[in-house]
């Protein structure tokens, strides 16, 4: 089969790396890609946005790829699904009714609470002044959200009314563009959170292992949110026992509820879930691969990609079995500094070539590029350096000393990733 990858990130990069693995794969195409993704075997990248929907439209039909993979939520969003499948494309991912999990937070939240999918108490609003009135209803213990697509980064936490109260104004007042008009103001769940997905067809839903991403930018949990600065998998605060009654309890109704309102999903849904004293409680939905978790996941997965996204745009994914890597993966996520808010690109990274001779290690780019032959930063989040090994401690290790080995100019690292899963 020939391939045709949408997206950039690090995300893309571990599809890329594990699509390459596929003895089914003849040729395969990365539109934009980046630095990593350019060594990728069978892969050659082309400039074009992935947003940019006529020319990825263009570009498929002039090359004519047996299956496109989309890796971000944007192009979802905007119906690239959609344009595909009406022009006659094969094309893995939600279509644009389907992707309305993502990149809108108010829609989910109300299908979550017209078919009992256990959730956080959550009101939605457009006008400060009964968005501030249900806040304090919360004593300003809350999630102040943008419904739209913000990057990962349109969730203020707050405490106490008065940051409520200013989380919303800044919600409000434009800074989050479109994203930001309505907002979902959701009750601040208490307990251990922990990321799921499940690859779908349209009628089944297959979960995987959990993982754990760490969202703030400081260690310990502090400082503003991002788009993820690391991950590992498994936790291990749910057993295979509670992790597939945890899977019933969202994925159940979410079916139900799909097949009641006609929504043919195809593609991952991946729930954030809050493990509290309540039982799981979901605090949103997204309709894509989680970055970084498609690192550690894809890392740890033993079965053919290829083979499992063909039969979730076949509807055959019932006769598929995922199988998984025994231990664990982690990734650590190398940033730009001033990440999360504006940074400087261009700064040379050292260290690549010495890392990619480790063993049970790879370094996925994010975001790279290359000037005048040397690989340089582009992005907020400039790599995932992910090792796996037989045990958590194993692999966290291995990823901190392949961190070590990796130099540029302001790199941000958090020094705790997997240590909530750790002996203290």
Sequence with gaps: MNVLVIGSGGREHALVWKLAQSPHLKKMWCVPGNAGIALEPKCQLEPISADDLPGLLAFAQKNKPDLTVVGPDNPLALGVVDLFQKNGLRIWGPNQKAAQFESSKAFSQHFMEKYGIPTAQSGTFSEAKPARDFAVSLQGRCAVKADGLALGKGVLICSSVAEANAAIDEMLSGKFGAAGKTVVIQELLEGMEISLHALCDGTTAK???????????????????????????????????????????????????????????????????????????????????????TQVYLTRLESDLLEL????????????????????????????????????????????????????????????????????????????????????????????????KIEFDGAQVRRDIASKALPK
């Design 207 to 293: 979960l995987f292992p959990t993982a754990q991403d760490h969202k703030r930018i400081g260690e310990g949990d502090t400082g503003l949110n991002t788009g993820g600065m690391g991950t590992y998998s498994p936790t291990p605060f749910l057993s295979e026992s509670e992790l597939a009654n945890v899977g019933n309890k969202i994925l159940g109704p979410w079916l139900k509820g799909c097949a009641a309102e006609g929504i043919d999903f195809r593609g991952i849904l991946y729930p954030g879930v809050m493990l509290t004293k309540q039982g799981p409680k979901v605090l949103e939905f997204n309709a894509r691969f989680g970055d970084p978790e």
């Design 309 to 404: 996204l063909d039969a979730s745009v076949n509807g055959t994914l019932s006769r598929m079995e995922l199988r998984w890597r025994p231990g664990a993966s982690v990734c650590v996520v190398m940033a730009s500094a001033g990440y999360p808010g504006s940074y400087a690109k261009g700064k040379v990274i050292h260290g690549l070539a010495e890392v990619g001779a480790l063993a049970d290690t790879k370094v996925f780019h994010a975001g790279t590029a290359t000037a005048n032959g040397q690989v340089v930063t582009s992005g907020g989040r400039v790599l995932g350096v992910t090792s796996w090994g037989g045990t958590l401690a194993e692999a966290q290790a291995k990823a901190y000393q392949a961190v070590a």
